[in-house]
Nanobody, 122 residues
Framework: QVQLVESGGGLVQAGGSLRLSCAASGSYFSINVMGWYRQAPGKQRDVVAAITSGGSTNYVDAVKGRFTISRDNAKNTVYLQMDSLKPEDTAVYYC????????????????WGQGTQVTVSS
């Protein structure tokens, strides 16, 4: 099994910064794409940013220029640096990992973290 443990959420004023971390543990062959999603109350869970094992990144338009996703493959950890935060960034942030297992290297399995609350006050 694979576990994703997130940390770094909290309460911050508009214009402030937070850094989220997500560490993967367990037994697996490799991790492909890792990403951050968020879900505001009453809304669906949407992708915020993603990064491949090679370091290629993608961002949703709403966070471009403000958020930076990075990854330490040696530590199996993905980060989300969030700057210039806005009240509309308030949500529960979830980490996601695409995992390849030893027993089945042809498929990628999706795992989720437990979520961390980010609240931005105006």
């Amino acid at each position: 099994q694979v576990q994703l443990v997130e940390s770094g959420g909290g309460l911050v004023q508009a214009g402030g910064s937070l850094r989220l971390s997500c560490a993967a543990s367990g037994s697996y062959f490799s991790i492909n794409v890792m990403g951050w999603y968020r879900q505001a109350p009453g809304k669906q869970r949407d992708v915020v940013a993603a990064i491949t094992s090679g370091g290629s990144t993608n961002y949703v338009d709403a966070v471009k220029g403000r958020f930076t996703i990075s990854r330490d493959n040696a530590k199996n950890t993905v980060y989300l640096q969030m700057d210039s935060l806005k009240p509309e960034d308030t949500a529960v942030y979830y980490c996601n990992a695409g995992v390849v297992h030893f027993r089945d290297r042809r498929n990628t399995y999706s795992y989720w973290g437990q979520g961390t609350q980010v609240t931005v006050s105006s």
